[in-house]
Antibody, heavy 119, light 107 residues
Framework: EVQLVESGGGLVQPGGSLRLSCAASGFTFSGYTMNWVRQAPGKGLEWVSFISTSGSFTHHADSVRGRFTISRDNAKNSLYLQMNSLRDEDTAVYYC????????????WGQGTLVTVSS | DIQMTQSPSSLSASVGDRVTITCRTSQSIGSYLNWYQQKPGKAPKLLIYDASSLQGGVPSRFSGSGSGTDFTLTISSLQPEDFATYSCQQSSSTPWTFGQGTRVEIK
């Protein structure tokens, strides 16, 4: 069974930093591209970041580019999101998401971790 | 960026009803359109990919159609467990974008 378990969320002040982690199990982690997708309270879903299987290629949404960095450790079956210069509008549940296909569909999701940016 | 517009934003329906949700994109995306179901406090679940392909384990009462800029998700006979929010997502080009969601409520 595919499992994605996020951790690292919490309350942080504007301008602060946070590192999210996602532990993957039940599949060959190194064989899949991965993403972070977020959902602000009461709002729709927003794709945040993508990383290739090896980690050599990454892509971020304009809203987080230059502030967030996605990375992975295939030896540890783990995905990360380093979030710096956090803003109020980054408050959201962050999901670790596996994708599949050349035109990707998000086929497995973690339970999410809540990040709250507030003073 | 490709803009996604879903309609309606919410609907009320009864068990057994046929329900149709529409997703329109700001430019043609071929068939690269996916549908998700999300229940309160839970992660989204993939239902339909590539506009009309049923994800494994998803009941056959769910179906998708469309291509280009206009797409439809249909639930042929609404069941109690189907009351949820449904979102479309395009996978044609980055940034991958989602619709704002359609909330299906009990009438």
């Amino acid at each position: 069974e595919v499992q994605l378990v996020e951790s690292g969320g919490g309350l942080v002040q504007p301008g602060g930093s946070l590192r999210l982690s996602c532990a993957a199990s039940g599949f060959t982690f190194s064989g899949y591209t991965m993403n972070w997708v977020r959902q602000a309270p009461g709002k729709g879903l927003e794709w945040v970041s993508f990383i290739s299987t090896s980690g050599s290629f990454t892509h971020h949404a304009d809203s987080v580019r230059g502030r967030f960095t996605i990375s992975r450790d295939n030896a540890k079956n783990s995905l990360y999101l380093q979030m710096n210069s956090l803003r109020d509008e980054d408050t959201a549940v962050y999901y670790c998401v596996r994708d599949t296909g050349s035109n990707p569909r998000f086929d497995s999701w973690g339970q999410g971790t809540l990040v709250t940016v507030s003073s | 960026d490709i803009q996604m517009t879903q309609s309606p934003s919410s609907l009320s329906a009864s068990v057994g009803d046929r329900v149709t949700i529409t997703c329109r994109t700001s430019q043609s995306i071929g068939s690269y359109l996916n549908w998700y179901q999300q229940k309160p406090g839970k992660a989204p679940k993939l239902l339909i990919y590539d506009a009309s392909s049923l994800q494994g384990g998803v009941p056959s009462r769910f179906s998708g159609s469309g291509s280009g800029t206009d797409f439809t998700l249909t639930i042929s006979s609404l069941q109690p467990e189907d009351f949820a929010t449904y979102s479309c997502q395009q996978s044609s080009s980055t940034p991958w974008t989602f619709g704002q969601g359609t909330r299906v409520e009990i009438k």
